[in-house]
């Protein structure tokens, strides 16, 4: 049974930074395509970065562009774990934050995509 673990959220500052964690159990990441997306109360849920296979021995991260440049996404195969880190954090950030894992590599910034979720982590960021 794929399961999705997320841990890091909690209470950060404008300007400040978090980091988030996403343990997978079930299978190994191998090529798989994995990603953090976040939803605010009222709002969709939004894609703001991912790691996919690129076919040549190496992984790419895409970032919704709100997140650029502040937010670094990265995973530790052997670990079986995925990665965010949240820089010079803004109180739009504040969302829960929920880690996905597409096997079939579709698109990567469609939550459609995703065939396994886990069950959220709360970020909020005070102004």
């Known amino acids: 049974q794929v399961q999705l673990v997320e841990s890091g959220g909690g209470l950060a500052q404008a300007g400040g930074s978090l980091r988030l964690a996403c343990t997978a159990s079930g299978r190994t990441l191998g090529t798989d395509t994995m990603a953090w997306f976040r939803q605010a109360p009222g709002k969709e849920r939004d894609f703001v970065a991912a790691t996919t296979w690129t076919g040549f021995s190496t992984y790419y991260a895409y970032y919704a562009d709100s997140v650029q440049g502040r937010f670094t996404i990265s995973r530790d195969n052997a670990k079986n774990t995925v990665s965010l880190q949240m820089n010079s954090l803004k109180p739009e950030d504040s969302a829960v934050y929920y880690c996905?894992?597409?096997?079939?590599?579709?698109?990567?910034?469609?939550?459609?995509?995703?065939?396994?979720w886990g069950q959220g982590t709360q970020v909020t960021v005070s102004s």
């Open positions: 996905a894992r597409d096997p079939n590599r579709g698109t990567y910034y469609s939550r459609n995509a995703y065939t396994y």
